[in-house]
Every structure is written in C-alpha cells, then in structure tokens.
C-alpha cells in the first residue's frame, strides 16, 4: 500500500454522484444541426479548413492545430458545412467564438480509418500525430495533450498519475467510464507510460467509487500490468492535479509550475481512453463523456459528439423537470452558469447540471467577514483567503500577489465554508483578471514606446548620414577646386566649407522626433503581427495557469 | 455576478457562530448568578439593549442594511463579554457607558464588524476602570460570604435608583486577586494570605466555580470547532508557566500558577475574549505568539501593574500586535520553499 499524503483543508461537499450513476453510459443521439468551435483547447484555435458549402465526412479534421500549443479539430458526423461563424460557446464569459456549423447528412459516413503502429513511430512524429487527432486533457483542463508526453530528458517522468478521482460533486462521467471501459483507459496509459518512459503507473480514485476501484483493479490484474490502483480518501479537491500529485508522491509540485518538475505527470483517466482509441483506430476525438444530471427527467452519461447542442443533450436526458432554473456547465464548485442552451458540447464539457431552486438556491446575501479563519482552514494551497478578499475589494492588487494570489487554484472551499457566505472565489478571479488586464495594458505601452524610440532613432541616423554625404561632397569641392589660383582660391573654399557646414547642421536640425502614427504600411502590419504574437504568447501564459487549476 | 461554488451545503452561518458562543457563556453566566446573586442578569440585560441599541443606531448612521448587519449576533456577544467583566450592581450609566465604547468607539469607528483592531469588549472595560475606577473595583462578595446577600429587589434598586438603600459594604468586599495584592505589599505571604476563607479551594470563593464554568463552555466551543485550540491553550499555559516561575523564584510573593487560573478573567478571556477571531492573530503560529504574549501580560501587569486584572490590557496590548504579528506567521504555500515572508514596504 502506497502511503497517503494529505493536503491542507479541503471540503465535503454533498456528493449527488448516485442521481447519474444508476445507468450506463448510453450514445446520444444523432442531432440535426452541430456547432463545433475551434477553439476547444487551451492555446491558440484551430484554422478553419472548410467553407461553407463543403461537405464533410465524420473524423475528417475541419480545424488544423495552429502554432504549438494547439490541436486540431474534426467533423462529429457527415454533412454539409453551413457556415463558419461566431456563435455562442459554454464559456464563463459568455462570450461567442469561431464555429464550424455542420448540417448532418444522417449518413453519418467516416473517413477512411487505419490503425496506427505507434510502437515503432519516431517520438516527435507520433506527438504531431497526437496533436493533428485534436487529443486534449479531458479532465476540463483541455492542455493539447501531446506538449504533455514529451519526455523532455530521459528519466524526468517517474511516476505516471491517471486521475481518476473525480472529486467534484454530481459529475461521473470518469466513474462510468473506469466501470465500463477499465481496459481501454489502460491501454491508454501504457503508450503514455511508453512515450513517457515513465518507471510507475498509479490509478488515482476516491473512496466512493467501489465500483470503478474494483473495475480498474481487476483489469490491472487481467492484463498482467505492474500498475497501482489506489484509493483516497473522499475529500474535495483531491482530483486537483496538485493535490493528487501530493496525495500520491508527497511532491508539491511548485508555485507556478508543472508537476513535470517533480518527476510526475498526471492525466486524467478519460484522456487516456481517448489517446487509445486515437491510436488503435487512427480516430480523432469527436465525442466524450458527459454527465448530464440534476433536475432532469433521467439523470445519465452519454457518449456525446462534440459539437452537439447542450439543448439536445438535455432532451437526451429526458429533458428538464418543471421548475429549472438554469444550468452549470461542470461541477458545482468550479463550473459556470450556462449563458446559452444552443452552446455546444466541447472537449472541456464534462458535465451538464440542470438546476432547480431548492437544490441550486440564491446565495444567500454576505455578511461581514469575521476573520474566522475557516476559509483559511479549508485552503488546499494554505493561502489566507481572507487577506486576499480584504485587498481585492481594495484593489490593492500588490497585496493580492504578496499574499499569493496566483496559487489560488480556485477550487471554491473557502466560498464553500465560509460563515458569512462571501463570494471569495469571485473575488480572486476578478483581481486576477484585473493584473492581467493591466499586465497587457503595461506591455502595449511599453511596446508603443519601444517604437517610437526605434522610429526616432532611425530617422535621426538618416539625416545624420545624409549631412555626412553633404559634407563629404563639400570637402571633394574643395579639393577640385584646389587648383585655382591662389586667394579667390582660398576665399572660395572657405565659403562652400561654410556652406556645407551651414547645409549639414540646418540638416541635423531639421530632425525632430516624428510622430509613429506615420508608419508606411509595411511597419504598421509588422507592428501588429509583433503584437498579435505576444497576445498569443500571453493567452498561452494563461491558459497554462488555467491547466494547473482543474481538478 | 455569484459564480462557483454554486452548491454550499448544510453550513454555519455568522448569526448561528455567534449563538452558539452565547450559548457556550450560558454555563458561567449561571454560576455566577450561583455564586454572586441575580446581579449578573440585570447587567446582562443592561449591556444587551444598550450595545443593540447602539448597534442600530450607528448602522442607520452609517446607512448600512441595520437587519443584515443586527441579526449577525457580533453585538450581543459583545455585550455579553462586557457584561461578564465588569462588576454587577454597578449604577446603570456605566453599562450603558461601557457598551457605548465597545459598540460605537471600538467597533464602528473602526469601520464596524471585521475592521475593529481591539476587542470592543476590552475597550469598554479599559475605558470604564481608567474612568470611574471606583465603580470598577466595587465587586459584590460571594452570597455565602456577604453580610446581606442581595435578591433581585436589591439588584434592580442598585443599579438603578443609586446605593441610598444598601451600603455598599454590606454586599462588596475586595476581590481575591485585588486583596491578596494589597496583603503582600502590606508584607504579609501568600501563604498566609489564601488561608483567609475568601480564597476557597482553587483561587476565589465562588468565582473558582465561575471559572471552572467558563472553562467547560469553552471546551463546547472547542467541541463545536468554533475555536481552534491554539488561543486557549497558549493563553492558559503563558499564565501558567510565568505565574509557576514567579512562584518558584519567591514563593512568599507570589501565588502559584493554579490561583492565577482560576481567578479574575483568565478563563473568560483565554477561550472567549482573546480568542475574538476579529481581533486576534489569524495564523496558527501568529495564534500561539499572540496568545502566548497575552497571558505572559496578564501575569505581569498582575505582578507589577497598577490594575488589579491584567486580562484585559495585555488583549488589547497583543492585539495591536497582531498586524506585525500575522505578517512574520504566514503559513508556507503550497508549492513555495519560504515560510515565513515578509510584507513588501
Ligand atoms: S471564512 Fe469567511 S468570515 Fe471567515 S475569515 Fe474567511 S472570509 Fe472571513
Ligand atoms: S479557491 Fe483559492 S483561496 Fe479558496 S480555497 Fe481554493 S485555492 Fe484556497
């Protein structure tokens, strides 16, 4: 038995996992219409491929994976491409994103589909191969996943971690998966553990799933692997990717840093499946596992086509009850509020709750904090929340990253405890969001700066050379004219010196710093490319925060 | 915009917190009833409707929701601490003074509940005996021990129509902590001292109970996981390692460590004053230093103070403390090599 390290706090939220896991995990069905960004990743979105008008085929990718952190994204079905457009997605900011928008033809045809041998690929073309199937971390992180299964140096990877832990309430997608399809996450795991070269393989689960413990431990034991199926303890958030690393291997991994740097990298269980499905079959990921539970008629997993609209997944359950009162997307301590029920399933879609007053009631209204610490106590990072939400409503945002603010996971124990019902995670997301905003601010202006520097300088050195020639000239005058005679001679020389000096230095003057705003239209694009470069970089900076935050 | 968490569960609410702190104080406030006479509930109630009432006012002056921020309980429990550390019998002005304070100085000059730095409790009692000393070391005797022991006709009487009625001789009579202070300095020895009959068997004829009371609210709030147990434990052991090392240095001078427990507002103040969440160090080392720096005060300004207590100032001393203090305790972040950080300038 391995030994268990805990972590700081945590919390026992209601667990309402028995509602979705009295069935099987059942195929949703065919829709007419699918709506599949292109963005279903952390990073930069995929390019669209296909226009209006073409037809598609189910597995042909119709988004190519753009830059390196990235992957690429396929057609759910065949049909007819309708449009490429911004439509709404199930994101918190409830902001629209670049959709390819397919009419199913009901045919449902796939491309041509051919095992791959991943055994004897080179390792960098197996990792695009990855990357072009549009394997990302299926866990709600959705980090491509093939920047993961690089080893980088040899024997960095100790342990393998398969997070199966799924702490958050209502969601069982990853239950049902380990109960019902135990071998092929396995499998899975063994080319991560090959292209890891990983020396352990350990089955991260929690304690209340006997069920899916006993599938992946028998499994284990009929595929004749060396891996450890272990069990922890019920507690939220041990699904968290730092968590489980210290759960497992007491390493923390480090403040703003990947588990990689501990020796440790962890996937989640429904990843693994997908990786051996893209490999034994050469099929790209185009469905998952989604809970769909709450106040619906059935509560039930679907194996769901990405792309499907979240209306037509809810009528799959049986539809909402009466009295719904709208519908979190993900768990009810780190999901969001659906903004739009067209919005469709992507690859970060693990879970649908449909929500009803009693179970779902208004937050009560806050109160003053009474520096009870309880916050404190529940903090998986060991933060001070408390300090924190008191300089975030100040906006004193030094203070917020003195006191750690971006180790914050947000994982929601400390709203969860909290005695005087105050919204602490918001909080801390909004002081997050307010220094990145300004972090951007600070780089544009720098970068505006720089520019007008360079642009001053320029134009400086090209006066300056122009009055050098002038100079020049004047000097080869007056050696031509050396041959005069001798006092007119010297009368003139000195005059066109003169001149030339006067030419030069009203030259010199005549330079003052220019405006950027005149910029030929070459500069201006190459600005921006520079500029749209760093957005990317800085969006990728994010995101890889974001990717350490889900458990 | 409320995001995540959206699911919060069966939990505590502030009001319920501070209930069950009243709660927990139901057991001593009995006993001294027991032991002191029906005093206690008119103070009580004295404190109640004056901290309430101020409370309201100050929040309608502040223009703060008055009904979100008055069912939050913090001002009764501030009464209650008030009323529990101030001697009963006393005119009515002065509880009605002592609440006005802890209410309106302490606390909502500071910016209301969570913003105070000092216990307003502490501040009302602090306030009150550099005011009116004389009121604050008039502390009715124990009933066994008095000449007249006063009803509840006697206590209304007192508080409000004045002392005409009673001499104040007839009920009163010197604290332990307050006589056996006056008795060494008179040249007599401890031991001689707590032979007298006031003393009882621990520290103090019915006030021993009174502590002992207190203490076993305080393990309910341990129980209820109000409290962590750093505040009370670190309190009561500074008490009771400096009062022992006095003691063994000069046993004549100074009484043993089980005395200084069991009298004044030790047992009040390690589990329910300075463990005041408000006011006291966050962190749990910062809550063993803080602690641990109060009761090493409360036997200092016993020993060489001018005040007969020490509980009070060496609270309100640590809790100016604490802001220091929870800077150099921050716990280790996850992830992070540093313990102890220090705040940016
Ligand atoms: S739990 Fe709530 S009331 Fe208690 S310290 Fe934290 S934020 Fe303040
Ligand atoms: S949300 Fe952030 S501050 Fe709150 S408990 Fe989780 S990690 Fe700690």
New interface residues.
């Given amino acids: 038995m391995r030994r268990l390290h805990s972590f700081n706090g945590g919390a026992h939220p209601a667990e309402h996992k028995a509602e979705s896991t009295a069935r099987p995990i059942a195929a949703a069905p065919l829709v007419p219409l699918y709506v599949v960004p292109l963005r279903q990743h952390i990073g930069t979105p995929a390019l669209p491929l296909v226009r209006a008008g073409d037809r598609v085929l189910r597995g042909q990718a119709i988004g190519q994976a753009e830059g390196y952190v990235s992957a690429s994204v396929h057609a759910p079905t065949s049909g007819r491409v309708v449009a490429v457009e911004m439509r709404p997605v199930a994101h918190p900011s409830g902001l629209a994103d670049l959709c390819v928008v397919i009419e199913a033809d009901g045919e449902d045809r796939a491309i041509d589909l051919q095992p791959l041998d991943w055994r004897g690929m080179e390792p960098s073309h197996l990792r695009n191969l990855i990357r072009d199937l549009g394997l990302v971390g299926l866990g709600g992180a959705v980090f491509p996943s093939f920047i993961k299964l690089n080893p980088g140096e040899a024997g960095r990877v100790e342990t393998l971690i398969l997070n199966g832990a799924e702490c958050e309430p209502w969601i069982t997608s990853d239950d049902l998966l380990m109960r019902e399809r135990a071998r092929e996450i396995l499998k899975g795991a063994e080319i991560m553990q090959a292209m890891l070269h990983a020396g352990e393989v350990v089955i991260g689960i929690e304690d209340n799933k006997p069920e899916a413990i006993a599938a992946m431990q028998a499994a284990v034991r009929e595929m004749g692997l060396g891996y450890e199926v272990a069990v922890v303890p019920t507690r939220y958030p041990s699904g968290g990717a730092k968590q489980l690393t210290y759960l497992l291997t007491g390493r923390e991994t480090p403040s703003r840093g990947h588990a990689v740097e501990v020796g440790v990298q962890v996937f989640n269980v429904g990843t693994a499946y997908g990786l051996h499905h893209a490999l034994a079959e050469g099929r790209p990921l185009i469905s998952r596992v989604v809970t769909v539970t709450g106040h619906v008629a059935s509560p039930q997993n679907f194996e769901v086509r990405l792309g499907t609209p979240i209306e037509d997944l809810i009528r799959a359950a049986g539809g909402e009850l009466e009295g719904a009162t709208g519908e979190i997307i993900g768990g009810p301590m780190m999901g969001f509020d659906l903004q739009d029920r067209a919005a469709p399933v992507t690859k970060a879609v693990n879970c649908v709750i449909v929500k009803d007053a009693q179970r779902f009631p208004p937050p009560p209204a806050p109160r003053a904090c009474i520096r009870c610490g309880e916050c404190a106590r529940a903090c998986p990072a060991r933060l001070q929340p408390f300090e924190l939400y008191w300089y975030a409503r100040a906006r004193d945002f030094g203070k917020t990253q003195l006191f750690s603010l971006f180790d914050c996971i947000e994982c929601g124990c400390c709203s969860h405890v909290c005695p005087s019902h105050i919204s602490l995670v918001d909080f801390f997301r909004y002081a997050k969001s307010e220094i990145w905003a300004r972090e951007r601010e600070k780089e544009a202006a720098d970068a505006a700066r720089r520019r007008h520097e360079f642009h001053v300088w320029r134009l400086e050195r090209e006066k300056q050379e122009k009055a050098e020639r002038l100079a020049r000239k004047a000097v080869a005058q007056v050696k031509e004219a050396e041959a005069a005679p001798v006092d007119a001679e010297a009368a003139r020389k000195k005059a066109i010196l003169q001149a030339a000096i006067e030419r030069a230095k009203q030259a010199r003057e005549g330079v003052t710093p220019r405006n950027v705003d005149h910029l030929t239209p070459e500069q201006q694009h190459q600005v921006e490319e520079a500029d749209a470069r760093r957005a990317r970089l800085h969006a990728g900076a994010e995101d890889q925060k974001e990717t350490e935050n889900q458990p | 915009?409320?995001?995540?968490?959206?699911?919060?569960?069966p939990?505590?609410?502030?009001p319920?917190?501070m209930l069950k702190v009243l709660a927990a104080l139901v057991p001593g406030i009995v006993a001294h009833y027991w032991f002191f006479g029906p005093g206690i509930v008119v103070s009580l109630l004295l404190t109640s409707l004056a901290a309430v009432g101020f409370e309201a006012f100050v929040l309608l002056m502040r223009n703060q929701p008055v009904r979100?921020?008055l069912t939050?309980g913090?001002a009764l429990v501030t009464a209650w601490l008030l009323a529990l550390s101030l001697p009963t019998l006393a005119p009515w002005w002065l509880y009605v003074a002592g609440s006005f304070f802890a209410i309106v100085v302490a606390k909502h000059l500071y910016g209301?509940?969570?913003?105070n730095v000092f216990n307003p409790a502490m501040v009302g009692y602090a306030a009150l005996i550099v005011s009116f000393p004389l009121y604050m070391t008039q502390w009715p005797a124990p009933l066994e021990l008095a000449v007249h022991a006063p009803g509840w006709a006697d206590a209304f009487d007192l508080v409000f129509a004045g002392q005409g009625a009673l001499s104040p001789d007839a009920y009163t009579s010197a604290t332990p902590l307050d006589s056996l202070k006056t008795q060494i300095l008179a040249g007599r020895t401890v031991e001689a001292v707590l032979g007298q009959p006031i003393y009882g068997l621990l520290g103090g004829v019915g006030g021993e109970w009174v502590a002992l009371a207190f203490l076993a609210g305080g393990a309910a709030l341990l129980a209820m996981r109000l409290t962590?147990w750093h505040i009370p434990l670190a309190f009561l052991a500074a008490v009771a390692l400096s009062a022992g090392a006095l003691h063994l240095i000069d046993p004549a001078r100074h009484a043993g460590p089980l005395f200084h427990l069991m009298t004044g507002g030790v047992m009040l103040g390690a589990f329910f004053i300075a463990t005041d969440?408000?006011t006291?160090s966050?962190?749990p080392l910062g809550k063993l230093v803080y602690a641990g720096g109060a009761g090493l005060l409360t036997v200092v300004i016993r020993t060489w103070g001018g005040f007969p207590d020490g509980v009070a100032f060496a609270v309100l001393l640590m809790n100016m403390c604490v802001p220091f203090i929870d800077d150099y305790t921050?716990?280790?972040?996850?992830?992070?090599t540093a313990r102890l950080?220090r705040?940016?300038p």
Avoid: I
């Fill in positions: 915009m409320t995001g995540a968490p959206f699911s919060l569960g939990r505590n609410s502030t319920r917190v979100l921020h939050d913090s209301g509940l969570g913003q962590t969440p408000v006291a966050t962190t921050q716990p280790r972040v996850f992830g992070k950080r705040r940016a």
